[in-house]
């Protein structure tokens, strides 16, 4: 039987957040639905102007945020950015994407796709764990975003390189940070439309296609990782470490066998 009600579940009251990549995507509709659910958000982003839009639309839905700048690939600055308060929950949402084949990446590419969106994680961690530790006890959480891409080889080396990377890590920890009261776990998305994904979706084929190829036939929103974050975030998933939540839809749950899935479906006949 549960004894709680699911509002004290999801009740974030008292929580400090932080988020890195706060200043758009997945980083701002997450910082935005934590502090709709109570939490003090640090919004953390290179682009402080970025930040400060976050936290203004918090502030005018009656949340409390700040923010913060930092450059993840440095660690001195992330070590200054997050300060020395205790934290209840990291989300590591900072990222970029090279759409290039191996032979077209160069090192410099390779090199800075890792550097922000697997490096970058480290370098949190690093600076966000003991901060964590020192919350009350059991309450540590982080969240990190993996990526669809890590599962299926759709898109590119280096990003799911890095994307896969995220899921390594993430399951190494569980146990390790467990110990300190910490749940970690990382969250897949799909297709989200995002500024990431700015330059793809705005191709009608490419978006025609990944609708088409998704189940629920429609491309992710910020707001549906934010959702798995939150449940990731709360006590309502208190249990729940060392694992991936896969939010896409659908889209690598099947193979698209396009012109020739009626056939497909027809063979027996």
Known sequence: ??????????????????????????????????????????????????????????????????????DVTVPADVQRAVGTEPLDIVLNAAGIIVRKTLLETSHDEWQRVLDVNITGYFNVLKATVPLLAKARSGSGRIIQIASATAHIGYAYPAYTAAKGGVLAITRQLASELAPMGIRINSISPGVIETGINRDTLGQEAIRAATINHTPLRRLGLPADIAKAVLFLSADIGEFVTGTDIIVDGGFISSINWGNAASALQKAHE
């Open 1 to 70: 039987m549960v004894s709680q009600r699911a509002s004290e579940l999801i009740n974030l009251q008292g929580r400090r957040a932080l988020v890195t990549g706060g200043g758009s995507g997945i980083g701002r509709g997450s910082a935005e639905l934590l502090a709709t659910a109570g939490a003090h958000v640090l919004v953390l982003d290179r682009q402080l102007a970025a930040s400060n839009e976050t936290v203004a639309q918090i502030l005018r839905e009656g949340g409390s945020a700040e923010a913060v700048e930092a």
